[in-house]
């Protein structure tokens, strides 16, 4: 069982950046894409932003140009630099880890971004 612990949430205001971390457990962190997705209430989880294993990126339209992902695969670890935050960037945000080959699906607690002035 992979355990997957994001951190990093909080209160910000509009414009401001965020920086969340998610690290996942184990020792074959580097075979698994990695993705964000958030949750606004009354709102379906989307898609923030997702990651390869071998880096490749790719970002819901919404936060194209504003959100960045990076992982690090010494620290078993995947981060979300958020810059110029909206209002509509509020939700709780999930780092999920995946392994299609083995049907490995695993999901973080969740943190939670609130943007608010």
């Known amino acids: 069982q992979v355990q997957v612990v994001e951190s990093g949430g909080g209160l910000v205001r509009p414009g401001e950046s965020l920086t969340l971390s998610c690290v996942t457990s184990?020792?074959?962190?580097?075979?698994?894409?990695m993705g964000w997705y958030r949750q606004a209430p009354g709102k379906q989880r989307e898609l923030v932003a997702g990651i390869s294993p071998g880096g490749s990126t790719n970002y819901g339209d919404s936060v194209k140009g504003r959100f960045t992902i990076s992982r690090d695969n010494v620290k078993n670890a995947t981060y979300l630099q958020m810059d110029s935050l909206k209002l509509e960037d509020t939700a709780v945000y999930y780092c999920?880890?995946?392994?299609?080959?083995?049907?490995?699906?695993?999901w973080g607690q969740g943190t939670q971004v609130t943007v608010s002035s």
């Open positions: 999920n880890a995946r392994r299609p080959v083995l049907r490995a699906d695993f």
């Open positions: 184990g020792n074959t962190f580097r075979l698994y894409f």
